[in-house]
């Protein structure tokens, strides 16, 4: 891993130990206009570690340190997310920079592949569970749209860096038609502030339906959510059987 030390001042003092992981995209015109807008004091932005498309490694802010990416946030009835988050920036314009014929940038291989060794390095550093590695939009759904619905998290999951089961796969795909709750339940057992229920259910949807970013509650939508909350309920169990 290549690793290139190039500190940040934006960052205090923890108060939680870390337990959770968020992504996001610098959403800059370059990479480097993303770094030195993190190590301008004035900004008062910064995440811990900065990933560039061929796989270099910045790092800004030490682990032990509250960085500060996440901003007004919350997560599973957490919030504070700065002080109990480890933030990794990952170089991508996302949607004010798309490419000509308004595609999304894609994110490299060798980006992809230098963000999973160091998330691994990160999750087994802090025990992270798997139903805390998050994108910036799923903390912030009002605000937040990165790492953006062209982020490859079922490649990620496949490489044991969070949740992300195949659509219709396993057990629990029993769609809860007719029952008013189960729709925000659902989003709210995931984690997602349910304070604002079509924004949170457009974050579910770029991070498990990238293709179907509607904010309508449709039964395929529905389907998605019941199986999604059934592998965070199981992952979330402390004694879960290994079947
Ligand atoms: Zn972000």
Known sequence: MRLEETPSPNHDERRQKVDLLVLHYTGMQSGQAALDRMRDPEAKVAAHYMVWEDGRIAKLVDESRRAWHAGLSGWQGDDDLNSRSVGIEIVNGGHDFPLPGKQLPPYPDA????????????????????????????????????????????????????????????????????????????????????????????????????DAITGMADARTLRRLTQIAGAYAAASAPSSPQA
Request: charged share 20%.
């Open 111 to 210: 980006q992809i592949e230098a963000v999973i060794e160091l998330a691994g390095q990160i999750i087994a550093r802090h025990s992270i569970p798997q139903v805390r590695i998050v994108g910036h939009s799923d903390i912030a759904p009002k605000r937040k749209i990165d790492p953006g619905e062209h982020f490859p998290w079922p490649h990620l999951a496949a490489a044991g860096i969070g949740l992300w089961p195949p659509e219709g796969s396993g057990a629990g795909c029993v769609w809860m038609g007719g029952d008013p709750g189960g729709l925000n339940r659902q989003l709210g057992a995931i984690g997602y502030d349910i304070s604002d229920v079509p924004a949170a259910l457009r974050a579910f949807q770029r991070r498990f339906l990238p």
